[in-house]
């Protein structure tokens, strides 16, 4: 019911800055809490960032302090702001909305997301 497209990836060099973002259709994101997940060639996905539908903000701690998460209502987006970023942030970045959960931690479980978006590669080089 809900679209979801990234866009914004692209080849940065380590310490450079990327900004990516995350465009919904069909629903506004108002009533979402949508997370951004990477995944590495040969791992899982991983959990990036969050916002809440309440716009509470959750990072990792591998990117926190320098990923910043925000939603703009107005367009319907929500974006990930990377800085400082460094070569082991190379993936594939996927972003995904999740509607209302009781569940303390549910931005950390891909389970809690009903939309994905397709992806799209960040590469960081030394």
């Known amino acids: 019911q809900v679209q979801l497209v990234e866009s914004g990836g692209g080849l940065v060099q380590a310490g450079g800055s990327l900004s990516l973002s995350c465009a919904a259709s069909?629903?506004?994101?108002?009533?979402?809490?949508v997370g951004w997940f990477r995944q590495a060639p040969g791992k899982g996905r991983e959990f990036v960032a969050a916002?809440?539908?309440?716009?509470?903000?959750y990072t990792a701690d591998s990117v926190r302090g320098r990923f910043t998460i925000s939603r703009d209502g107005a367009k319907n987006t929500v974006y990930l702001q990377m800085d400082s970023l460094k070569p082991e942030d190379t993936a594939v970045y996927y972003c995904?909305?999740?509607?209302?959960?009781?569940?303390?931690?549910?931005?950390?479980?891909?389970?809690?997301?009903?939309?994905w978006g397709r992806g799209t590669q960040v590469t960081v080089s030394s």
């Open positions: 995904a909305a999740a509607g209302r959960s009781s569940e303390s931690a549910w931005y950390l479980s891909i389970y809690e997301y009903e939309a």
């Open positions: 069909g629903r506004t994101l108002s009533g979402y809490g």
């Open positions: 916002i809440s539908w309440g716009d509470s903000v």
